[in-house]
């Protein structure tokens, strides 16, 4: 069975970090793409970042480049994002999907729930 779960999320002020965790069961993230997406009060879907699980690359939206970064812990199957410098314009649902940026925006099969992020003073 796929899961993804996330953790992490939590309400913190503006300038603030928080680390997510995203633990994945069902298949190994070192052979596929994962990305994380946020859902703000906007009307979609925000992608946020990406790796390549087999290349160890990783990319990021130009609104978190240099504040934010993705990492993995293949022993542990885990996603991370590192979340520094957060801005109230961060405020979202965060989640990992299996899939690169494309299908994660339009809607990959496999996703967890996610966790929340509140920025705020």
């Known amino acids: 069975e796929v899961q993804l779960v996330e953790s992490g999320g939590g309400e913190v002020q503006p300038g603030g970090s928080l680390r997510l965790a995203c633990a994945v069961s069902?298949?190994?993230?070192?052979?596929?793409?994962m990305s994380w997406v946020r859902q703000g009060p906007g009307p979609g879907p925000e992608w946020v970042s990406q790796?390549?699980?087999?290349?160890?690359?990783?990319d990021y939206a130009d609104n978190v480049k240099g504040r934010f970064t993705m990492s993995r812990d293949v022993a542990k199957n885990t996603l991370y994002l590192q979340m520094n410098s957060l801005k109230p314009e961060d405020t979202a649902l965060y989640y990992c999907a299996r899939g690169n940026k494309g299908t994660a925006i339009l809607g990959s099969t496999y996703r967890g729930q996610g966790t929340q992020v509140t920025v705020s003073s």
């Open positions: 790796m390549n699980g087999i290349s160890g690359w990783f």
């Open positions: 069902g298949f190994n993230i070192t052979r596929t793409f």
